[in-house]
Antibody, heavy 120, light 107 residues
Framework: EVQLVESGGGLVQPGGSLRLSCTAS????????MKWVRQAPGKGLEWISY????????HYADSVRGRFSISRDNVKNSLDLQMNSLRDEDTAVYYC?????????????WGKGTTVTVSS | DIQMTQSPSSVSASVGDRVTITCRAS??????LAWYQQKPGKAPKLLIS???TLQSGVPSRFSGSGSGTEFTLTISNLQPEDFATYYC?????????FGGGTKVELK
């Protein structure tokens, strides 16, 4: 079964750091680009980061550039998001998502999400 | 950045109704558009890619159309499991952007 499982969410103070992980199974992880998408409470979806299968191409949304860092380990089938200098507005459910194999930038498999709360 | 504007933001409908959701892009994106369905507390689900291609397993009552800057998602014969929030997303260029969402509610 194709599956993505996020972990690492929790409560953190403003200015703090957190590292999210996403473990993939059921598919050849290295063949797929991956993304992080977040959803603030009661709000819509926001794409925040993209990484190609080889890690050769990385993109960030302006809202997180310089504070967040995406990486992957194709041996461990894992995707990470290092989040630094966290702000109240980073409070959200964070989803990892897989790009469709034939259609870049369409997300065909999603994890269930992990919740990040930034609060003092 | 490409702005995606969905309308309406919510719609009340009954089982069996036909519902149409519109998504407008601030600049042309050809047919690089996806539609997702999200139910409360769940992750989004990809319904349609490339504006009109139904994903495997998605019921045929869902259909997508459009190109350029204007797109529609139509749900024919609305079923109880279709009450959810729907998002469009442009897949033309980074930063990838979503519409604000359309909540389909029971009338």
């Amino acid at each position: 079964e194709v599956q993505l499982v996020e972990s690492g969410g929790g409560l953190v103070q403003p200015g703090g750091s957190l590292r999210l992980s996403c473990t993939a199974s059921g598919f050849t992880f290295s063949s797929y680009s991956m993304k992080w998408v977040r959803q603030a409470p009661g709000k819509g979806l926001e794409w925040i980061s993209y990484i190609s299968g080889s890690s050769g191409t990385i993109h960030y949304a302006d809202s997180v550039r310089g504070r967040f860092s995406i990486s992957r380990d194709n041996v461990k089938n894992s995707l990470d998001l290092q989040m630094n200098s966290l702000r109240d507005e980073d409070t959200a459910v964070y989803y990892c998502a897989r790009d469709h194999y034939d259609l870049p930038y369409y997300m065909d498999v999603w994890g269930k999400g992990t919740t990040v709360t930034v609060s003092s | 950045d490409i702005q995606m504007t969905q309308s309406p933001s919510s719609v009340s409908a009954s089982v069996g109704d036909r519902v149409t959701i519109t998504c407008r892009a601030s600049q042309g994106i050809a047919d690089w558009l996806a539609w997702y369905q999200q139910k409360p507390g769940k992750a989004p689900k990809l319904l349609i890619s490339v504006a009109s291609t139904l994903q495997s397993g998605v019921p045929s009552r869902f259909s997508g159309s459009g190109s350029g800057t204007e797109f529609t998602l139509t749900i024919s014969n609305l079923q109880p499991e279709d009450f959810a929030t729907y998002y469009c997303q442009q897949a033309n260029r980074f930063p990838l952007t979503f519409g604000g969402g359309t909540k389909v509610e029971l009338k």
